[in-house]
């Protein structure tokens, strides 16, 4: 075993330069369905270190089996609970990119650093728990325009110096990050069932950090707009907006401020491509990667459904903001007919609040089951569908955003429609306490029970 692993040391560290991606080019395969594969022009990683198994074979012993992966219900938690909890409920497995470590350690080495601490996790795990991996920043920090956020590297900025739509070399390195990581998983022989990814970073979140009509104008007026696809899109930006009209538009939005810094048009422009770019992103640099190596597994991203732009079988899955550009697109694309998802299952956010009170202000839960029995339709069942819900007491200012009532339907009701899997938010001091923890588990026997009658 040792003389293996130095091997595969040795091999990752015969790999040069991790920060940029090198030749060959080739085209990335789309895995959204409406964008070509120059779309997704990049640079492919390095090869594989010798020695890490093929990928893309299904492997049964990397199935978690047992009584609870084939129960009625399964809760992944975002932190361990403290109170004593059903086998069913449990932590997933937490992961993170070492960030203060990325300029100082060569990129094999870092990820083969951090594969082995997590294959020591997932090895120390009960056989019949489901391993469940769940990350927050894996793909980069938020709001950032340099090496660690993929959507936002400096390499693909504007010719002005603001963020791009256009993440080719952003998307190379993290995929070549993903594609190491998942192999050594593979080689390690460690089981994967389920990898829900909360990944947070919009275009517009980056955006953010500069005047929005300056950075949309710098976007237009870059040579990439009038000849590149936009990934996920498969149409040129020059075909949805011609920047001959952008100068005049951008004297107006300047002089339009509707009380705030930032022109709501260039705005609405950003949010809408960048959906597209950032899901089709993700199914390249994340998603394929996982299923290559576990084809058998569940990936999701937080609120990463689908939205049909057309026949939606609820106006939850409909777009609900920024309506000029989605028609914009339609009628440059008429083919158009959805905002993919991110990888095979679908994950809404549950937890109350002001976007579900403003949708339906006489019954939020009933709204929030609504999204879910719209979901249930479009899947064509519950089985990739797992939720995030939040702990009982989450809220802001001291409230809770469902009262128990409320709370205890929420849950119970996604039991009724058959679905299996639940995300737990939890990391919360208030979570932990012993009176939030013995409602929620509670509820979750409650939910167990009406599930194993609706098997």
Excluded at 77 to 101: D, G, K, Q, T, Y
Excluded at 414 to 442: F, H, S, V
Aim: charged share 20%; hydrophobic share 40%.
């Amino acid at each position: 075993m040792g003389a293996a692993v130095m091997l595969l040391l040795a091999s990752c560290l015969a790999v040069t330069n991790p920060g940029k991606p090198v030749e060959p080019v080739v085209h990335v395969a789309p895995t959204v369905g409406t964008a070509s594969a120059a779309d997704a022009t990049t640079k492919e990683p390095p090869s594989a270190p010798v020695g890490v198994a093929p990928v893309g074979v299904p492997d049964v012993a990397q199935r978690t089996t047992g009584a609870i992966a084939d129960g009625p219900l399964q809760v992944g938690c975002w932190s361990p609970l403290r109170s004593a909890s059903p086998a069913w409920v449990f932590p997933m497995v937490r992961i993170r990119w070492m960030f203060e470590r990325d300029q100082s350690h060569p990129m094999p080495t870092l990820v083969a650093e951090y594969a082995r601490r997590h294959i020591r996790e997932i090895q120390s795990r009960p056989a019949d728990q489901p391993i469940w991996i769940v990350g927050h920043a894996w793909l980069g920090r938020s709001m950032k325009r340099d090496p660690y956020c993929w959507l936002a590297h400096e390499l693909d900025a504007t010719a002005r110096g603001t963020p791009g739509i256009w993440p080719r070399y952003g998307m190379a390195i993290w995929r070549q990050r993903q594609v190491l990581f998942m192999k050594y998983l593979k080689q390690a022989g460690v089981r994967l069932d389920f990898w829900a990814l909360d990944n947070e970073i919009h275009t517009n979140e980056w955006s953010a950090n500069y005047k929005q009509a300056q950075a949309f104008y710098n976007i237009v007026m870059d040579v990439r707009w009038r000849t590149q696809p936009i990934l996920g899109l498969g149409i040129r930006g020059a075909d949805l907006l011609n920047p001959d009209r952008v100068a005049n538009l951008m004297s107006q939005w300047v002089k339009r401020k509707w009380n705030q810094p930032d022109s709501r048009v260039a705005e609405s422009y950003v949010s809408v491509l960048g959906r597209f770019v950032r899901r089709a992103g993700l199914n390249h640099v994340f998603a394929q990667p996982v299923l290559d190596a576990y084809p058998h597994a569940l990936v999701s991203n937080y609120r990463g459904y689908t939205i049909l732009l057309s026949r939606a079988p609820t106006p939850l899955l409909a777009p609900i903001s920024n309506q000029s550009v989605w028609r914009q697109l339609q009628r440059v694309k008429p083919d158009l007919q959805r905002l993919p998802r991110v990888g095979n299952t679908a994950s809404p956010a549950l937890y109350g609040g002001i976007k579900y009170q403003r949708m339906n202000r006489a019954d939020t839960v009933g709204t929030m089951l609504e999204l879910v029995d719209g979901l249930i339709a479009l899947h064509g069942g519950p089985q990739h569908i797992a939720p995030w819900i939040a702990y009982p007491t989450f809220g802001k200012n001291g409230r809770r955003n469902l009262s128990p009532q409320q709370y205890r339907r929420l849950i119970v009701g996604l039991a009724e429609r058959g679905i299996r899997r639940l995300i737990l938010w939890n990391g919360d001091e208030k979570a932990a306490m012993p009176q939030c923890e013995a409602e929620l588990l509670k509820v979750l026997g409650e939910a167990y029970a009406v599930a194993s009658k609706h098997r």
